[in-house]
DNA sequence: AGTTATTGCTTAAAACTTGAACCAAGCCCT
DNA sequence: AGGGCTTGGTTCAAGTTTTAAGCAATAACT
């Protein structure tokens, strides 16, 4: 099949998105980084445990929800670990598993460190657009969101299905 | 002042937003470097330089263009020399200066890349956006990566401005 | 029970990014 | 011409990210 090209429009909006993600990626590491030494990732890991029940979370749930990977995560938490912001613990089901923590320390940081960030997530994005937009953008990226994860769980899933292999193809 | 924390919208707009992000530079890394062996961002060079009059920039422009640091610009354009889509110029009427141009290899290489990549946006982005989104995305792009742009104009700015601090200040 | 997957997480090496220094070339002033 | 400042670009060390192994515990099968 000959290549669907992106139109104008298409186009227009790509580049916009493109410039608009990484000024923004590089506006809010720059800031946290001033701010704390450290980059907006490692913040919004601290973030989203802060939001788990009993601020701690297993390590394979929480790269999800950051969407990241697990080695990933790996490191971060143990650079966190290290500054005192998370403790790691044992998980007494799976003795596989390893749960991070948000300590008393980690959680002042955190609170130390939001106003700051929303002040800058605020300069750079919502005090420049309308209400209207601010639902807009949240469709299309949910959208978006959404897509990659639905490629992402077919490409997972292609083989180990054992039902599909097994039977159906004694016909062909 | 006390911190304007984010509606309830925002927060979701927000969000969705560093989901989608996060997710998208991830695919578009992952389908170039099983396709070509190099991150997104490489790629993005390549294509800037392809639009180029003459299929060649200083570096500091592609820096712009590109919207990153000349330092890591530096990085990319040595490992893309070394794989021989770009060729190093010395600029003429300033000997400081550098110049990347895009060799006819690098174009090939570009060419046949494009559609793949072209394929993954549309998969992830634009096959799951209405026209009028597409619109809409484009403006909110335009507009976060516009002030943040000014933001930074500000801050490089402060001091060297000779009128400014000069006059205007007497009245206080 | 005894393999054989699978899952949860870590490690190690190579690639990449950042930020601060650095150097050379132009610029501006007298 | 001779200082000092700015600009264009690179370099270096430290930090981060990726990929592919790796290891241990669990689940699944027979």
Redesign the pocket.
Known sequence: MTTRWLTPEEQRAWHAYLAASTLLE?AL??QL?QEAG??H??YAVLAVLSDAPDRRM????LAEHAK????????????LEKDGAIR?EN?QW??????AALTDEGLALLERLAPGHVEAVRKSVFDHLTPEQVGQFEEICSAIAAAIEGEEAQRNAPD?L?WRRRSCSSGQ
Chains 1, 2 share one sequence.
Not at 69 to 77: A, D, G, Q
């Open positions: 590089d590491d720059r980084q450290m980059p990732l490692y297993r390590m394979t749930d990241i990977t697990r080695s990933r995560l790996t490191y971060v938490v143990t650079r790691r998980c799976d003795k596989r598993g390893s749960i180990d054992p």
